[in-house]
């Protein structure tokens, strides 16, 4: 049985379980995602919190449960559908940027409009204009191996942003960089995201990080254990 979904929710899940085996990766859980809000996921290693960070974003599909973007169910679009929607309306930020080595920053941030039908001139444009707001003006004939870390993961957030996604997933997006750099590079992600409008979920580790969002969503054994909300910003 499910429940209500939240319609002022931008993203919801409802009743999420994902086995892999015998085994519950998920064990049943609901979430609700506001407009421009951001949510810390925490919680021990192995309770979950990737596998819900991937089937709220569409890239691995649940056994059980409904997902809500905008009060329309998603959950159960084809395989052509979900990726059109990844694409259009989520922005992912990895661990490792996961950025395309023989492109260049702005090329690499241009690749998801250009992939969705965008002019090559706009998209670049647009590119430029995001690599500016996160700091790397004048970085956009770079390479990723010419970038630093932080610079690099930049790359990464401006690529997440440029088409405007509703929602951004970011799975320990700052767990390759020393304390300063990850701390810089999130309130960059944060700023650029509200700059944006989009809610962004957060995956960490990083207590510290954690307790500097709005909201924290603790995951246990599969479960949402906890909700802190009002955490000091
Ligand atoms: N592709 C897979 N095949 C089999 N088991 C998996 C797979 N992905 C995840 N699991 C299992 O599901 C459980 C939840 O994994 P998940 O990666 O979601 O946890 P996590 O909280 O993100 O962990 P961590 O903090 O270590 O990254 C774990 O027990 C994990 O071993």
Do not use: C
Not at 42 to 60: A, E, N
Not at 68 to 88: M, P, T, W, Y
Not at 203 to 226: C, F, K, M, N, W
């Amino acid at each position: 049985m499910t429940t209500q979904r939240n319609d002022a929710a931008v993203l919801s899940g409802r009743g999420l379980v994902k086995r892999y085996g015998t085994q519950h990766a998920l064990a049943g859980v609901d979430i609700d995602v506001q407009p421009g809000e951001a949510i810390a996921i925490v919680g021990p290693s192995g309770s979950g919190k990737t596998s819900l960070l991937h089937i709220l974003g569409g890239i691995i599909r649940a056994d059980e449960g409904e997902i809500f973007l905008g009060g329309q169910r998603i959950d159960q679009l084809s395989e052509r559908k979900r990726s059109e929607l990844r694409r259009r309306d989520f922005g992912f930020v990895f661990q490792q940027g996961m950025l395309v080595d023989e492109l260049t920053a702005e090329e690499n941030v241009a690749l998801p409009m250009l992939l969705g039908g965008t002019g090559r001139r706009q998209a670049l444009a647009a590119a430029r204009d995001w690599l500016a707001r996160l700091g790397l003006d004048g970085r956009g004939g770079s390479r990723p191996g010419e970038l630093s870390g932080g610079q690099a993961q930049r790359v990464a957030i401006a690529r997440a942003l440029t088409h405007r996604p509703k929602v951004i997933f970011a799975d320990e997006p700052t767990g390759a960089l020393d304390t300063r750099t990850g701390k810089d590079t999130m309130d960059a992600l944060l700023v650029a995201a509200a700059d944006a409008g989009a809610s962004v979920l957060i995956v960490t580790h990083d207590r510290e990080l954690a307790q500097s969002l709005p909201r924290t969503v603790t995951i246990r054994d599969g479960r949402v254990h906890a909700t802190a909300v009002g955490a000091v910003a």
